[in-house]
C-alpha cells in the first residue's frame, strides 16, 4: 500500500491550502483514514480522521476550519485547510488504519 501526500507549501496567516493523499489501493480497502501532523520534539498528533461510512472526526484546534473529505473513485482524501494559522505550520502525514502512512507534506504559514 502506497499513500501519496500532496499540496503542502508555503500561505500566509488566513490564508488556504488543501491537501491531497492518493491511495495505490481502493480506499473502500480501509475502514479509516486520517491527516496527522508533527512538529519538531513533539508527538504525531490526529488533525482529522474519516471512516469508510464518512464519519469525520477533527482535533478541537482546527474544527470550523478544516474539513476532510474523500473521493472514492480516485481514491483519494483530502484535508481543505482554511483560516490556517501559524500554529498549524508542520509536517502532514496521511495514514490509513492508522497503519499505512504516506511520506510528508510541509505546510508552513507565516508572513
Excluded: H
Amino acid at each position: 500500500v502506497q499513500l501519496q501526500a500532496s499540496g503542502g507549501g508555503l500561505v500566509q496567516p488566513g490564508g488556504s491550502l488543501r491537501l491531497s493523499c492518493a491511495a495505490s489501493i481502493s480506499i473502500f480497502s480501509f475502514r479509516n483514514m486520517g491527516w496527522y501532523r508533527q512538529t519538531p520534539g513533539k508527538p504525531r498528533q490526529l488533525v482529522a480522521a474519516v471512516t469508510t461510512g464518512g464519519s469525520t472526526t477533527y482535533v478541537d484546534s482546527v474544527k470550523g476550519r478544516f474539513t476532510i473529505s474523500k473521493d472514492n473513485a480516485k481514491n483519494t482524501v483530502y484535508l481543505q485547510m482554511n483560516s490556517l494559522k501559524p500554529e498549524d505550520t508542520a509536517v502532514y502525514y496521511c495514514n490509513a488504519e492508522e497503519v499505512y502512512w504516506g511520506k510528508g507534506t510541509q505546510v508552513t504559514v507565516s508572513s
